[in-house]
């Protein structure tokens, strides 16, 4: 098999068994839980709420370390995970790009691949109190906006080499802390 043929970033070959170098396959795939075969990007999501659930991870400085640290670690291992299985979807996630993005997805990211919504989580919590209002409805938001992509997300996810993968759901996590922010100031405005 010639390396150069995924470089690209497309699909590898019918019947391919790609070998993915460790640390990135760990990190990209959110300590593994993106390879649950269904809704992948939703069990990512989970593990970066219960990393954010350490203590002392809501300080917005060490949440924002955490965004920044994870976002750059995210396009290192997300490019090298791409590399080796290119845009590979499952099938919820063929499903999803299908009913909500008019089914673009030859730059889509890999369904293993989940680092993107590890930080995305973190970035639609930023600057929030560590409540479970606040994680619910962040959680929520932010699958929202990861699956419907509003732009400029569906552009940016375009970009090669891991950025994409990272940057889309860098603006879903800014659209999400924008809902949950307002979320958060009506539900503390009418006395929850």
């Known amino acids: 098999m010639n390396s150069s043929n995924n470089s690209t970033g497309g699909d590898p070959p019918e019947g391919f068994s790609p070998r993915i170098p460790f640390v990135p396959n760990v990190i990209a795939t959110g300590?593994?839980?993106?390879?649950i075969p269904w809704t992948s990007g939703t069990f990512g999501t989970l593990v970066g709420l219960l990393f954010y659930c350490i203590?002392?991870?809501?300080?917005?400085?060490v949440l924002g370390i955490m965004v920044v640290v994870g976002f750059f670690v995210g396009v290192w291992s997300s490019a090298r995970v791409a590399a080796v299985v290119g845009h590979r979807l499952t099938r919820s996630a063929e499903l999803s790009k299908q009913l909500f993005q008019q089914g673009e997805h030859a730059t889509a990211d890999p369904s293993i691949v989940v680092i993107d919504e590890i930080v995305?989580?973190?970035i639609t919590l930023l600057f929030l109190p560590k409540t479970i209002p606040v994680m619910i409805i962040g959680f929520l938001a932010f699958r929202v906006f990861d699956i419907l992509k509003p732009q400029p997300a569906r552009n940016l996810e375009k970009i090669p080499n891991g950025w994409g993968i990272m940057l889309d759901d860098v603006i879903a996590g800014i659209y999400a802390n924008i809902v949950t922010q307002l979320a958060w100031f009506l539900w503390v405005r009418m006395g929850f």
């Open 55 to 61: 203590p002392g991870a809501e300080d917005p400085f």
């Open 31 to 35: 300590l593994f839980s993106g390879y």
């Open 120 to 122: 995305g989580i973190w």
